[in-house]
Nanobody
Framework: QVQLVESGGGLVQAGGSLRLSCAASGDTFTIHALGWFRQAPGKEREFVGA????????TYADSVKGRFTISRGNRKNTVYLQMNNLEPGDTAVYYCATRGPLVREYNYWGQGTQVTVSS
């Protein structure tokens, strides 16, 4: 099993920045990709972006492309979501999740961290 803990959420004004962290532990050798998702009140969960665990290639949703960056840090089991030029529409609970190879579903999830962007 993989355990995930997010941190770094908070309140920020529009145009500001936040960096979220996702620390993975447990059977990290099973991770193929780590994704970031978000869910705003009354809305469905939305894919934000993902990083390949081994090759560190990234992909992003169009809504955040150019503003958000996912990276895997020197503490190699920690992944970051750098969010710049935040907008009120980015307000949501942000989750990280992992999936293994040969599967499409993300099956391990963190508890989430709240990001609130004020206008």
């Amino acid at each position: 099993q993989v355990q995930l803990v997010e941190s770094g959420g908070g309140l920020v004004q529009a145009g500001g920045s936040l960096r979220l962290s996702c620390a993975a532990s447990g059977d990290t050798f099973t991770i193929h990709a780590l994704g970031w998702f978000r869910q705003a009140p009354g809305k469905e969960r939305e894919f934000v972006g993902a990083i390949s665990w081994t090759f560190r290639s990234t992909t992003y949703a169009d809504s955040v492309k150019g503003r958000f960056t996912i990276s895997r840090g020197n503490r190699k089991n920690t992944v970051y979501l750098q969010m710049n030029n935040l907008e009120p529409g980015d307000t949501a609970v942000y989750y990280c999740a992992t999936r293994g190879p040969l599967v499409r579903e993300y099956n391990y999830w963190g508890q989430g961290t709240q990001v609130t962007v004020s206008s």
